[in-house]
Nanobody, 114 residues
Framework: QVQLVESGGGLVQPGGSLRLSCAAEGTDFSSTEMAWYRQAPGKRREFVARISSSGATYYIDAVKGRFTISRDNAKNTVFLQMNSVQAMDTAAYYC????????WGQGTQVTVSS
């Protein structure tokens, strides 16, 4: 059973930065394409960014140039560096595989507010 543990969220002012982490326990995810997703209040969960096993990345337009996804295969961890955050980035953030999702973790809440 794979367990995903997200962390690093919090309250941040507009224009600020946060670094989210997600550890995948119970598996070797080095060959797995991983992604970050987010769910704002009252909205469906949406895909944000993905990273292949070789490090190739893809972002939705809304975060391109502001967010950076990376991974440390030795630690089974994927990261999301969030810069220049905006109110629209307020959401619970989750990581998972790109497809054939594992069970979702608890997520980490990001709130952008002054």
């Amino acid at each position: 059973q794979v367990q995903l543990v997200e962390s690093g969220g919090g309250l941040v002012q507009p224009g600020g930065s946060l670094r989210l982490s997600c550890a995948a326990e119970g598996t070797d995810f080095s060959s797995t394409e991983m992604a970050w997703y987010r769910q704002a209040p009252g909205k469906r969960r949406e895909f944000v960014a993905r990273i292949s096993s070789s490090g190739a990345t893809y972002y939705i337009d809304a975060v391109k140039g502001r967010f950076t996804i990376s991974r440390d295969n030795a630690k089974n961890t994927v990261f999301l560096q969030m810069n220049s955050v905006q109110a629209m980035d307020t959401a619970a953030y989750y990581c998972n595989r790109v497809s054939s999702w594992w069970s979702w973790g608890q997520g980490t809440q990001v709130t952008v507010s002054s």
